[in-house]
């Protein structure tokens, strides 16, 4: 982490107190109290687990090589984000637009995948009232969803600003900004994927 | 603009998607091991994807210390929460 960090990129904004645009650190600030959200998810599923006297493998029931090509989706769209802000850095605007619907696409796969293996899931009798695992895994899974779902709402509007040309090389904010959530987002399904589909 | 090198982010992608096909064969190979060596195994790679996640994507390496000292504190809030969930299970009741 640098210390002399200084310029940043709101040229048109006036400098906040910490230095940081305050529409990032808003971000951070917002993304630290869904730490806290996801943690008490987490936490409560590791204390019921360990609490029960047996747990379902879940293997048994999930299936765990279409969710390992959805974490490979996810993964991928962090990529084409972190590459769009790195284009509109560039004056690429071009590529900004093509990676921003690139992200917005693999976000929709991913919801769509979700969607199949709920239904899957649902089909096959394995409903949130039918065991504690079960409960656990759509209230996790589900929240998740809820909050790629939010994301790619979010990053339609991004895209469309992109293709409205509203972003430049000085004032490119809000693709900072709805990239910070997207990876975050990436990186909660990362812990859920292991903790809740691999143990 | 933050003046710092981009990193690779290709190279960060590829090494992502290698530990997560990682995890899938470990949970497999160790699926009958104790539970301290599988999860121990499992927690501990996911937790390096997620430190590559926000410290390259995140840019988080590259910003402030002052952001890294909110979101620090934001994790340690979050162990204590999840250690006093598990210490009520394993200390010994009163």
């Known amino acids: ?199 | 603009m933050n003046e710092h090198k981009h990193p690779n982010y290709m190279a960060i992608f590829w090494i992502l998607l290698t530990v997560t096909v990682l995890e899938v064969g470990y949970s497999v190979l160790f699926a009958k091991a104790p539970k301290p060596i599988l999860i121990g195994g499992l927690v501990g790679l996911a937790a390096f994807k997620a430190l590559l996640v926000a410290l390259y994507f995140m840019h988080l390496k590259f910003e402030r210390k002052s952001l890294g000292i909110i979101v620090a504190s934001t994790l340690i809030l979050g162990a204590i929460l999840v250690s006093v969930g598990i210490g009520e299970h394993v200390l010994p009741r009163p």
């Open chain 1, 1 to 199: 982490m640098t210390d002399h960090a200084t310029a940043h990129d709101h040229a048109l904004e006036p400098p906040s107190a910490t230095g940081i645009p305050h529409d990032k650190l808003g971000m951070w600030v917002f993304l630290c109290s869904e730490v806290m959200f996801f943690t008490g998810l987490i936490g409560a599923y590791i204390v019921l687990r360990f609490a029960s006297p047996s747990w379902p493998h879940p293997g048994n029931t999930l299936n765990i090589w279409l969710t390992a090509l959805n974490t490979f989706i996810l993964i991928c769209s962090s990529v084409t984000m972190v590459k769009a802000l790195e284009s509109v850095r560039n004056a690429d605007l071009r590529k900004l637009k093509l990676f921003l619907s690139m992200t917005l696409l693999l976000g929709a796969i991913f919801l769509s995948i979700q969607f199949y293996e709920y239904r899957h899931l649902l089909h096959a009798g394995f409903n949130p009232h039918v065991s504690l695992f079960g409960s656990v895994f759509y209230t996790t899974t589900g929240f998740h969803g809820f909050h790629v779902f939010c994301g790619v709402v979010c990053m339609a509007f991004v895209t469309g600003k992109a293709f409205l040309g509203k972003y430049t090389p000085a004032h490119h904010q809000g693709v900072e900004t709805i990239g910070l959530y997207w990876h975050f987002v990436d990186l909660v399904w990362i812990i859920l994927f292991t903790i809740i589909y691999l143990f």
